[in-house]
Nanobody, 123 residues
């Protein structure tokens, strides 16, 4: 069992940066790939980024490539999402998820989910 707790969300202006953190409980964190998803008001949840269990592979949705960076620290049981050059369209609740080994863009490939953290970007 893995419990995930996100933090780091907030209200920022367009062009600003935020770093989201997702702290995991349990000793098996390093055995899982991790993903970040987001859900904007009135929209379905969408994939943002994923990282393999070792950190050796990373994947991004096209809309965040070059602006967002996913990373993990297995010693701290934490995965991060560094978000730079934020845009109003990045406004959403951001969720981290754990599951699989190599990283996936599909929600169904993740077994554990956090409660989400709100990111609001004003123009």
């Amino acid at each position: 069992q893995v419990q995930l707790v996100e933090s780091g969300g907030g209200l920022v202006q367009a062009g600003d940066s935020l770093r989201l953190s997702c702290a995991a409980s349990g000793r098996t964190f390093s055995s899982y790939a991790m993903g970040w998803f987001r859900q904007a008001p009135g929209k379905e949840r969408e994939f943002v980024a994923a990282i393999s269990w070792s950190g050796g592979s990373r994947y991004y949705v096209d809309s965040v490539k070059g602006r967002f960076t996913i990373s993990r620290d297995n010693a701290k049981n934490t995965v991060y999402l560094q978000m730079n050059s934020l845009k109003p369209e990045d406004t959403a609740v951001y969720y981290c998820a754990a599951g699989g080994l190599y990283g996936s863009r599909k929600e169904g490939d993740y077994n554990y989910w956090g409660q989400g953290t709100q990111v609001t970007v004003s123009s």
